[in-house]
């Protein structure tokens, strides 16, 4: 019996990493995630990260031979600013994905377009902390904004925004007077 192989997240082996079943865990600063952090405001905390593990599956498919998978999850929180009030709201991404490989590229493309699972082609040295990235930034929502914004908005009458537009009473009021001094004919 070999003593169990360690594994580099950066250079990962998926064809082995899932042959010994094997398992990695830990933590990453989003500090070092410029693509997730791009977008979010600096945490209040110094020293946030995103805690991880990955865990390595084989799985036998028809017609013989046998599939690496891996189960991915991953869990941050970002400060990101709501669209609606324009003040920091706090999102918690938790995510856990499915991977599973195939032997190249072109196959991995065409499963990918009908499976629910993510497919990807298997190579020798898989960057575990990028597909964590890539996994949280599609977990992030497309409008990040509070469930109740914090009332009142912290804008006093006496400073107010510079450059900031007067709120609209409604959304759809200006669109609304638009369209009817635009003359769409009707
Ligand atoms: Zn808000």
Redesign the pocket.
């Known amino acids: 019996m070999s003593t169990p192989r360690a594994f580099d997240p950066r250079k990962l082996d998926v064809a082995a990493f899932a042959a010994e079943h094997g398992a990695l865990a830990g933590e990453l600063p989003i500090s070092h995630l410029s693509r997730l952090s791009k977008d979010a405001l600096p945490q209040p905390e110094a020293g946030a990260t995103v805690r991880w593990a990955a865990q390595g599956l084989k799985r036998e498919v028809a017609g013989g031979g046998v599939e690496a998978r891996l189960q991915l999850q991953a869990a941050t929180t970002l400060q990101l600013v ?1 669209q ?2 324009l ?1 920091p ?1 706090t999102v918690a991404l938790d995510v856990q994905s499915r991977l599973r490989f195939v032997g190249d590229e072109a196959l991995a493309e065409e499963l990918d377009a009908d499976s629910e699972e993510d497919v990807l082609a298997l190579g020798t040295a898989l960057d575990l902390h990028a597909l964590i990235e890539d996994e949280l930034i599609l977990a992030l929502p497309l409008v990040p ?2 469930e109740r ?1 914090p009332q009142p908005l912290p804008w006093s009458p006496e400073a107010p925004p510079a450059g900031a537009p007067e709120p609209a009473e409604h959304p759809f009021a200006a669109l609304a007077a638009l369209r009817r001094n635009g003359g769409t004919p009707g």
């Open positions: 709501c609606r009030c003040q709201v904004r509070h914004c």
